[in-house]
């Protein structure tokens, strides 16, 4: 069982930089894949970025790509997603998944879920 909590949403100034958290509990965390998605009122949940157990591998959704990075510590059992150059149409909350097999845009299937961190981009 992995319990995963996000922090590090708010309100910020479109330009603006947020940086996210995500607290994973569990023994197992470094053998797991990690990711971000984000849902906008009225909108679909969508990806938005994903990390390999080890690190090694990243994958971002078009929309952000070249603004965010994901990058994990495996030894403090957290995800982190750093975002620049924010837009308005970023505003979301944001969540935290994992799991032990799925990649990529099939975290959109993944085991574990966080409660989601809010996001808001003043223009």
């Known amino acids: 069982q992995v319990q995963l909590v996000e922090s590090g949403g708010g309100l910020v100034q479109a330009g603006g930089s947020l940086r996210l958290s995500c607290a994973a509990s569990g023994r197992t965390f470094s053998s797991y894949a990690m990711g971000w998605f984000r849902q906008a009122p009225g909108k679909e949940r969508e990806f938005v970025a994903a990390?390999?157990?080890?690190?090694?591998?990243?994958d971002y959704a078009d929309s952000v790509k070249g603004r965010v990075t994901i990058s994990r510590a495996n030894a403090k059992n957290t995800v982190y997603l750093q975002m620049n150059s924010l837009k308005p149409e970023d505003t979301a909350v944001y969540y935290c998944v994992a799991d032990p097999r799925r990649y990529g845009l099939e975290l959109r299937r993944a085991d574990y879920w966080g409660q989601g961190t809010q996001v808001t981009v003043s223009s």
């Open positions: 990390i390999s157990w080890s690190g090694g591998s990243t």
